[in-house]
Protein backbone atom coordinates (compact mmCIF):
# COMPACT_ATOMS: atom_id res chain seq x y z
CA UNK A 1 0.00 0.00 0.00
CA UNK A 2 1.08 3.39 -1.08
CA UNK A 3 1.32 6.32 1.03
CA UNK A 4 1.97 9.63 0.58
CA UNK A 5 2.03 12.41 3.55
CA UNK A 6 2.06 16.31 2.58
CA UNK A 7 3.50 19.06 5.17
CA UNK A 8 4.52 22.15 4.92
CA UNK A 9 0.96 24.27 4.74
CA UNK A 10 0.17 27.03 6.67
CA UNK A 11 -0.62 30.63 6.36
CA UNK A 12 1.21 33.12 4.47
CA UNK A 13 0.42 36.67 3.43
CA UNK A 14 0.52 37.63 0.04
CA UNK A 15 3.59 37.69 -2.18
CA UNK A 16 4.97 35.13 0.73
CA UNK A 17 6.56 31.61 -0.20
CA UNK A 18 5.37 28.35 1.26
CA UNK A 19 7.67 24.54 0.25
CA UNK A 20 5.17 22.12 0.34
CA UNK A 21 6.86 17.95 1.06
CA UNK A 22 5.38 14.81 0.06
CA UNK A 23 6.76 11.60 1.48
CA UNK A 24 6.44 8.80 -0.07
CA UNK A 25 6.04 5.03 1.83
CA UNK A 26 7.21 3.19 -1.49
CA UNK A 27 10.92 1.93 -2.05
CA UNK A 28 10.50 2.04 -5.71
CA UNK A 29 9.24 5.80 -5.95
CA UNK A 30 11.60 6.42 -8.17
CA UNK A 31 9.46 4.76 -10.91
CA UNK A 32 6.30 6.97 -10.21
CA UNK A 33 5.64 10.08 -12.23
CA UNK A 34 4.54 13.03 -8.91
CA UNK A 35 1.85 15.24 -9.17
CA UNK A 36 0.59 18.45 -6.91
CA UNK A 37 -3.07 19.74 -7.02
CA UNK A 38 -5.44 21.71 -5.36
CA UNK A 39 -9.04 22.21 -4.27
CA UNK A 40 -10.32 25.81 -3.31
CA UNK A 41 -13.56 25.40 -1.87
CA UNK A 42 -16.35 25.74 -3.89
CA UNK A 43 -14.25 24.33 -6.71
CA UNK A 44 -13.29 21.40 -8.48
CA UNK A 45 -9.98 19.78 -7.94
CA UNK A 46 -6.99 21.32 -10.33
CA UNK A 47 -3.96 19.67 -11.49
CA UNK A 48 -0.92 22.60 -10.48
CA UNK A 49 2.05 20.84 -11.36
CA UNK A 50 3.35 17.27 -12.52
CA UNK A 51 7.15 15.58 -12.81
CA UNK A 52 9.12 12.70 -14.14
CA UNK A 53 10.35 10.15 -12.33
CA UNK A 54 13.95 10.90 -12.79
CA UNK A 55 12.26 14.77 -12.48
CA UNK A 56 13.73 15.80 -16.00
CA UNK A 57 10.19 16.56 -17.36
CA UNK A 58 7.91 18.63 -15.07
CA UNK A 59 4.89 20.81 -16.29
CA UNK A 60 2.34 23.76 -14.70
CA UNK A 61 -1.02 25.13 -14.60
CA UNK A 62 -0.75 28.32 -16.18
CA UNK A 63 -1.16 30.61 -13.24
CA UNK A 64 1.42 29.45 -11.35
CA UNK A 65 4.27 29.33 -14.03
CA UNK A 66 7.07 30.90 -12.71
CA UNK A 67 6.13 31.22 -9.66
CA UNK A 68 5.79 27.19 -8.26
CA UNK A 69 8.78 24.66 -8.92
CA UNK A 70 7.98 21.34 -8.80
CA UNK A 71 10.95 19.21 -7.89
CA UNK A 72 11.76 15.54 -6.36
CA UNK A 73 14.55 13.70 -4.38
CA UNK A 74 14.19 10.33 -5.04
CA UNK A 75 16.41 9.14 -2.37
CA UNK A 76 14.43 10.63 0.20
CA UNK A 77 11.10 9.61 -1.42
CA UNK A 78 10.20 13.27 -1.25
CA UNK A 79 8.49 15.22 -3.89
CA UNK A 80 8.11 19.41 -3.13
CA UNK A 81 6.65 22.35 -4.66
CA UNK A 82 8.23 25.86 -4.07
CA UNK A 83 5.43 28.41 -4.20
CA UNK A 84 6.86 31.96 -4.58
CA UNK A 85 4.91 34.87 -4.79
CA UNK A 86 1.75 33.40 -3.59
CA UNK A 87 -1.80 35.25 -4.16
CA UNK A 88 -5.09 35.56 -2.35
CA UNK A 89 -6.18 32.43 -5.38
CA UNK A 90 -3.39 30.16 -4.44
CA UNK A 91 -5.47 29.12 -1.15
CA UNK A 92 -6.79 25.55 -1.45
CA UNK A 93 -5.99 22.25 -0.06
CA UNK A 94 -3.41 21.08 -1.89
CA UNK A 95 -2.67 17.29 -2.89
CA UNK A 96 0.04 15.12 -3.40
CA UNK A 97 -0.08 12.41 -6.31
CA UNK A 98 1.75 9.61 -7.42
CA UNK A 99 1.24 7.38 -10.61
CA UNK A 100 3.27 4.41 -11.92
CA UNK A 101 4.60 5.72 -14.91
CA UNK A 102 7.68 7.63 -16.22
CA UNK A 103 5.95 10.78 -17.17
CA UNK A 104 2.26 10.87 -16.46
CA UNK A 105 0.04 13.87 -17.89
CA UNK A 106 -3.07 12.73 -16.73
CA UNK A 107 -4.99 13.39 -14.20
CA UNK A 108 -6.13 9.85 -12.49
CA UNK A 109 -3.11 9.22 -10.25
CA UNK A 110 -3.03 6.15 -8.55
CA UNK A 111 -2.47 7.30 -4.87
CA UNK A 112 -3.46 10.39 -3.36
CA UNK A 113 -2.15 11.90 -0.26
CA UNK A 114 -4.33 13.86 2.59
CA UNK A 115 -3.44 17.01 1.97
CA UNK A 116 -2.34 20.51 3.46
CA UNK A 117 -3.99 23.72 3.96
CA UNK A 118 -2.72 26.87 2.14
CA UNK A 119 -3.81 29.82 2.88
CA UNK A 120 -2.75 33.49 1.07
CA UNK A 121 -4.20 36.39 3.41
CA UNK A 122 -4.07 39.76 1.40
Known amino acids: QVQLVESGGGLVQAGGSLRLSCAAS????????AGWFRQAPGKEREFVAG????????SYLDSVKGRFTISRDNAKNTVYLQMNSLKPEDTAVYYCAAHPSQYYTGTDYSYWGQGTQVTVSS
Open 26 to 33: IRTFSAYS
Open 51 to 58: ISWTGGRT
